[in-house]
Nanobody, 119 residues
Framework: VQLQESGGGLVQAGASLRLSCAASETTLNINVMGWYRQAPGKQRELVAV????????NYADSVKGRFTISRDNAKDTVYLQMNNLKPEDTAVYYC?????????????WGQGTQVTVSS
């Protein structure tokens, strides 16, 4: 499964952005999709994940109430709506997918999209 992110950019604090991640295959076969981020000098961290049918989500405490993850299986796409952005949200955001391939657990990462929030 190949993942292609889009939607990053440079915004001021308090603004909103929506990230999109398009999968190369039907997302119905993907168990979990999500977003991670990595700021300079820091480890990659989970931002939000959603299960295959969109019935279950999980968020990092730092983004709860501001970010919303959703997936559209008809478009094979997962979204991350980011509101009230803060300078500490500045990072490269990576799309992630976990799925079964030939009977084994597998995963894919996108190439990343830069989000920069100025104060």
């Amino acid at each position: 499964v190949q993942l292609q992110e889009s939607g990053g950019g440079l915004v001021q604090a308090g603004a909103s952005l929506r990230l999109s991640c398009a999968a190369s295959e039907t997302t119905l076969n993907i168990n979990v999709m999500g977003w991670y981020r990595q700021a300079p000098g820091k480890q990659r961290e989970l931002v939000a994940v959603v299960t295959s049918r969109g019935g279950s989500t999980n968020y990092a405490d730092s983004v709860k109430g501001r970010f919303t993850i959703s997936r559209d299986n008809a478009k094979d796409t997962v979204y991350l709506q980011m509101n009230n952005l803060k300078p500490e949200d500045t990072a490269v955001y990576y799309c992630y997918a976990a799925y079964r391939l030939l009977g084994a657990d597998s995963s894919s990462w996108g190439q990343g999209t830069q989000v920069t929030v100025s104060s």
